[in-house]
């Protein structure tokens, strides 16, 4: 099954965030986290993503020759191609979907939060009801996995009034994303780009972006984290090995010895 | 604590000498008994066909365990160092290596499985395989303490980066740490010449023979050992 994916036309979006009220309706995220609303001197709301909030507009104040600008930023999972978040998981809760989908299995979540720690771009959130007993559970978006695993768009897309969001067949989408580049480019935005068209296996949300992608606060040049490879991918097979082996060792030491010492001979 | 005793005829005695406290004995069952369980929940996350322990409610009350038994295996040394701080010491101490550990070394092969302790250097309370583990475990206790403390009380405030090293790092300490288990636990229970272990470390006791054999530097000192070692070694160069 071919790779679907979100293409986020940041050089379209007006910040109306309807895609955040979309995101909290169909998910059914309450927004408690912020009855009590915190001024950070500007219009950006609410301030970070969280466990109730996996879908938020960041605004990127830039103030240059031309003037004041806002730079918009629909943040939420990259559905990478290759996620550490699904690698590090113990539990399945994580799952890569046929089509590129990062999906999340709430009841599987045993709380761990390696996910929240491994993703390269720092998404999935922990819903952290004790530090001391460590229970949490972890979320992040889905895509609206109900909807997108029924044929549908996500929500946001479904919702977004500026037509900045796509949903559908990721290599047509990165097609598009291209082709509108190229059409910012030449209306003078020479610094215009996709991003995440080849990083950590290829994102599953693709962003066209009018300045470079650290101007928006996005890493670079994401990188699956190196510890995970370490880990799971040396540490651990080498662990199996090594800890079988002292276990067959010790077997053929008991054999062997309990013949060539006996008990009653030892002082 | 002399033990007299009549069998088949023969009259024996085991003249027994104290070698660890009741604190002593019982920290390390308690050591035991929180390094087990910290082994067994860590494994559901390890092991493919352990895992659905580890998934939904399940897996929070391993993780709920794991915490449980993490506050004994960080308490127990604690409760050392305040309640025998000299015996604290005086272990850490004997632990530390010497130049005769290289002679123990060499033979150590012949010795576990031939039983040949004749050309052993003559040790000290603990032999350098015991200090080995014991220095091992000191600095097992360190990592496992460090990296799991970050590990609970440090996502999300201490950088990504650090928290994944301390994931890698919490593994490669059990594993290390699960491979010496297994060799201690089979050297305790199942390794005839090691039957002394055990009884010292249940009832605090070695028998004065076994501990003149195998740790004649603690019996003897470490000057009246040495010269008794000299001794043994020309009267097997002249008779052989």
Redesign the interface.
């Known amino acids: 099954m071919a790779r679907n994916a979100m293409l986020i036309d940041e050089s379209k979006c007006t910040a109306c965030r309807g895609c955040q009220v979309a995101c909290k309706q169909w998910n059914e995220l309450t927004g408690w986290e912020y009855s009590k609303t915190v001024n950070g001197g500007g219009y950006e709301n609410p301030p970070k993503l969280t466990p109730q909030t996996w879908t938020r507009i960041k605004f990127t104040e830039l103030d240059g020759p031309q003037g004041f600008r806002w730079l918009f930023l629909k943040e939420g999972c990259m559905h990478c191609g290759d996620p550490a978040c699904v690698n590090v998981c113990p539990t399945k809760a994580l799952k890569k979907q046929v089509d590129g989908r990062v999906t999340v299995e709430t009841d599987l979540c045993n709380g761990c939060g390696y996910c929240s720690q491994f993703c390269p771009f720092g998404i999935p959130k922990l819903a952290v009801e004790g530090v001391f007993t460590g229970k949490a559970k972890a979320s992040k978006c889905t895509f609206c996995q109900d909807r997108t695993g029924n044929g549908m768009g996500p929500s946001c897309v479904k919702t977004c009034p500026a037509q900045a969001l796509h949903w559908g067949d990721r290599d047509k989408l990165i097609a598009v994303g291209k082709k509108r580049v190229e059409a910012l480019k030449t209306r003078g935005f020479t610094a215009a780009n996709l991003y995440g068209e080849e990083v950590v296996g290829g994102l599953g949300r693709l962003y066209v972006l009018i300045e470079k992608p650290e101007t928006y606060g996005l890493p670079a040049d994401p990188r699956y984290p190196v510890a995970a490879i370490m880990w799971q991918n040396i540490v651990q097979p080498l662990g199996k090995i090594a800890i079988g082996g002292t276990m067959l060792a010790t077997l053929v030491a008991w054999l062997v010895i309990r013949r060539n010492i006996k008990m009653e001979e030892v002082e | 604590m002399n033990g007299q005793g009549q069998q088949a005829g023969h009259v024996f005695q085991i003249r027994w000498i104290p070698k660890y406290t009741f604190v002593e004995r019982l920290l390390h069952w308690v050591h035991t008994a929180s390094f087990i369980p910290l082994v067994a929940t860590g494994l559901?996350?390890?092991l493919d066909i352990l895992?659905p322990l580890?998934?939904?409610?399940?897996?929070?009350w391993?993780?709920?365990m794991h915490?449980l038994a993490a506050v004994l295996f960080i308490a127990e040394p604690v409760i050392y160092g305040i309640m025998q701080p000299r015996r604290l010491w005086m272990h850490l101490k004997e632990f530390s290596f010497e130049r005769d550990d290289l002679g123990w070394l060499k033979n150590a092969f012949s010795y576990?499985?031939?039983?040949r302790h004749e050309a052993m250097p003559p040790q000290g309370r603990f032999n350098t395989g015991e200090k080995i583990n014991g220095m091992m475990m000191i600095l097992g206790w360190i990592l496992f303490v460090a990296s799991g403390l970050i590990m609970?009380?440090g996502?999300?405030v201490v950088s990504?980066?650090l928290?994944?090293?301390m994931?890698?790092l919490h593994?490669?300490t059990?594993?290390?740490s699960?491979?010496m288990f297994?060799?201690h636990l089979?050297l305790a229970v199942?390794?005839?010449?090691m039957?002394a272990a055990l009884v010292s470390m249940r009832f605090g006791v070695a028998?004065a023979?076994?501990a003149a054999?195998h740790h004649a530097k603690w019996y003897y000192g470490p000057k009246r050992a040495m010269e008794l070692y000299e001794a043994k070694k020309r009267g097997a160069s002249h008779s052989g």
Do not use: E, N
Request: aromatic share 20%; hydrophobic share 50%.
């Open positions: 559901v996350l390890y895992k580890a998934q939904g409610d399940a897996g929070q391993m993780r709920l915490r576990y499985v031939w039983g609970w009380f996502k999300g990504a980066d928290f994944r090293w994931v890698v593994d490669l059990t594993i290390v699960v491979c297994i060799v089979y199942a390794h005839p010449l039957w028998s023979s076994y054999a």
